[in-house]
């Protein structure tokens, strides 16, 4: 197998243009998805005609060729997160998993008990399950988290009562990078004998995950977000140590041992594999490469412009994360400049619900400074000169835009805006 | 989310940008929104006071680019009208003219107000010697 592998030239857009050697656009969005490595791509194109099997078919060459190619992967995921193979259960991809693990954990122990724990930063495939669970009669508590975006394991600890089934919190945000204290958080589920669930989608292949030395009984995984396929994901469960089981919430033909029925996505699961070997192969430096390029970045925006503020923790938080807020400058308004740059922003304006980011505003951060917010995702495939590009078009896009904002004008008055009676209020 | 070329063009080259002395007697000011809305609008007038015709407008708006859209496009409109000419023009107007999708139709309506508001500002003035300092609708 050629271990020669080149950047992919082909993003979702085609290159349009060239600057300073850089192609444009440039994608900093890794946090939504992952351009697919090449070498994942390699690695599953035979599955698709040459051993098209299905991994279920026991008796010729061609099941058997499917499946060595499924166990093969799952191989690769067990060793990533410090698991046994037959703790790996393929899915759909991390909101599947999510609802597996929190729905199937519901069921399971419903005479257990009816208590959920998560927090409030969560994904919406954990936060929108919860909800849906409170209607058929279990309580969910939403813990809060700190101004860096952690939470308070003394919250934790206190919410905790003899009806609690199950923890689930994320171990990486996706909006701000946040790691959250997955080792302590499962050690204290595991003395109060509570089942312990992370959504890992952002984490896994970024930062060490392992599931024995972090005590977590189940796992989320995503193999988009980590340079593999989209519509394909695995949920880590627990068999030893204690024993976990969940209820399938898809029931059919019995695969993945019962918990998750449907004929196995072959070359995606091959595909999530090579994705998993991959990254931990080169996990080491790539994530020193990314918090080096992360630095970078947010030096080089923050030594240009005043009032410019990081959002969550930066001693805990992923590699390629920077989630930056520009106060008096609209987020859609700022990318709609840096319109050959790929980021996302938590302005209302860009999402569905005409809300701002409720991860942001969990953290105590005003709606101003949400709607002012920027996400950039650096990753694998974006290099030094991408960064420096970025930071320049965005200083000179934020100082056009504070001309044009009446806010920073009052503001250099000297007028505090917190004061000022607005209409909207 | 794609953008009209007219929404792009202003957006890029806003026009009328800036900001007139609020505390002249011929100058009416409109700040309309609320930064925790993701909009705030200033809209600035300055009127003959012998012909009620707007002979100058100005804005500065923290939004979206459809709302700076919005708003540069009013000063374009209200230019040269006379405060009640102005005082016809409706967000469907600027709606129209921009292509706005339904979730951008607040920009339009913002920026409608804000002209009132200026203009308000303005007639206030007109009645009283002390000038009115400007302040949200």
């Known amino acids: ?26 994608y900093m969005d890794n946090h939504a998805t992952t351009p697919m490595d090449p070498r994942v791509l390699e690695e599953m194109l035979p599955y698709f005609m040459e051993k098209f099997g299905n991994a279920a078919s026991r008796n010729h060459s061609f099941g058997w060729a499917a499946e060595e190619g499924v166990e093969t992967a799952r191989e690769r995921i067990a060793k990533l997160i410090g698991a046994t193979t037959k ?37 919406k495939a954990v936060l929108d399950t919860g909800k849906r669970l409170e209607k058929y009669g279990y309580r969910v508590t939403y813990l809060p988290v700190q101004k860096d975006g952690l939470i308070d394991l003394d919250d934790l600890k206190r919410a905790i009562d003899d009806k609690t089934i199950l923890v689930t919190i994320m171990a990486a945000n996706n909006e701000i990078g946040v790691l959250q204290p997955i080792a302590e958080i499962g050690k204290l589920c595991h003395e109060r004998g509570v089942i312990f669930h992370t959504d890992a989608t952002q984490a896994i292949g970024k930062v060490p995950v392992d599931v024995t030395k972090q005590n977590i009984d189940l796992a989320s995984i995503s193999a988009h977000k980590m340079y593999g396929p989209k519509g394909v994901g695995a949920l880590y469960v627990r068999r030893k140590n204690p024993r976990v089981q969940i209820s399938a919430i898809i029931d059919g033909g019995g695969h993945e041992r019962g918990m998750r029925s449907g004929t196995l996505n072959v070359p995606s699961i091959v595909g999530l594999g090579k994705a998993c070997a991959l990254a931990q192969e080169e996990m080491p430096q790539e994530s020193c490469r990314l918090a080096g390029l992360r630095n970078r970045l947010r030096d080089r925006i923050t030594s240009r412009l005043d009032e410019v503020y990081v959002n969550g923790s930066m001693d805990h938080r992923l590699p390629g994360n920077l989630n930056i807020s520009f106060a008096y400058v609209e987020g859609e308004s700022l990318l709609m400049g840096i319109n050959d740059i790929a980021v996302s922003s938590g302005s209302a304006c860009t999402s569905a619900t005409l809300e701002p980011s409720y991860v942001l505003k969990a953290l105590g951060t005003g709606d101003d400074l949400a709607h002012s917010s920027i996400r950039f995702g650096i990753g694998r495939f974006n290099t030094e000169a991408e960064v420096d590009y970025v930071a320049d078009r965005v200083v000179e896009t934020v100082e056009r835009l504070r001309e044009l904002s009446p806010l920073y004008e009052m503001a250099k008055e000297g007028i505090n805006l917190k004061d000022v009676k607005w209409a909207g209020e | 989310m794609s953008y009209s070329d007219k929404v792009i063009d202003h957006y890029n080259n806003p026009r009328n940008v800036g900001s007139l002395d609020k505390a002249s007697q011929d100058v009416g000011t409109g700040l309309v929104g609320a930064p925790e809305c993701g909009d705030v609008m200033k809209l600035q007038i300055k009127v003959n006071p012998e012909t009620s015709v707007i002979e100058d407008a100005k804005f500065k708006t923290f939004g979206c680019g459809s709302a700076i859209a919005s708003s540069s496009l009013a000063t374009e409109w209200v230019k040269g009208k006379t405060v009640d000419q102005a005082l016809a023009i409706k967000n469907m107007d600027i709606v129209k003219e921009l292509s706005l999708p339904p979730v951008k139709i607040h920009c339009s309506v913002l920026a409608e107000d804000a002209i009132r508001a200026a203009i308000g500002d303005w007639k206030k003035k007109q009645q009283s010697v002390t000038p009115v300092a400007a302040e949200a609708k």
């Open chain 1, 1 to 26: 197998m050629s271990t020669d592998v080149k950047v992919p030239q082909a993003a979702a857009q085609q290159q349009s243009s060239d600057h300073r050697g850089i192609k444009l656009p440039i």
């Open chain 1, 87 to 123: 703790e790996v259960i393929f899915t759909s991809g991390a909101t599947e998993s999510d609802n597996l693990a929190i729905k199937g954990v519901a069921e399971m122990y419903r005479e257990k008990g009816n208590h959920i724990i998560t927090a409030v930063t969560e994904h």
